[in-house]
């Protein structure tokens, strides 16, 4: 069956950087579009970045816009999202996500704490 698993989270001070990771199996990774979400405080879950299947076209919301990176390794089938720059409104707990035309699948999330 599916399954994500996110690792690399956890706590950095302000300006600090993290690196995210989501190994994947169970589905062909290279054939689909990949996400990173993640639900802080208070809101709802929401897109953080994509990226197409051959790793080419990223996309970001405004506000992590040029701290942040996504990419992909087709052949590991690991997804990853580096992230500097990071303020406190980042904290949150960040998942891994693939919609596979039939069903969504998520990971367990990892917990990033920005704090001083």
């Known amino acids: 069956q599916v399954q994500l698993v996110e690792s690399g989270g956890g706590l950095v001070q302000p300006g600090g950087s993290l690196r995210l990771s989501c190994a994947t199996s169970?589905?062909?990774?290279?054939?689909?579009?990949m996400n990173w979400y993640r639900q802080t405080p208070g809101k709802e879950r929401e897109l953080v970045a994509s990226?197409?299947?051959?790793?080419?076209?990223?996309t970001y919301i405004d506000s992590v816009r040029g701290r942040f990176a996504i990419s992909r390794d087709n052949f590991k089938n690991t997804v990853s999202l580096q992230m500097n720059s990071l303020k406190p409104e980042d904290t949150g707990v960040y998942y891994c996500?693939?919609?596979?035309?039939?069903?969504?699948?998520w990971g367990q999330g990892t917990q990033v704490t920005v704090s001083s």
């Open positions: 996500n693939v919609w596979t035309g039939l069903q969504d699948h």
């Open positions: 169970g589905f062909a990774f290279s054939t689909y579009v």
């Open positions: 990226i197409d299947k051959f790793g080419i076209i990223p």
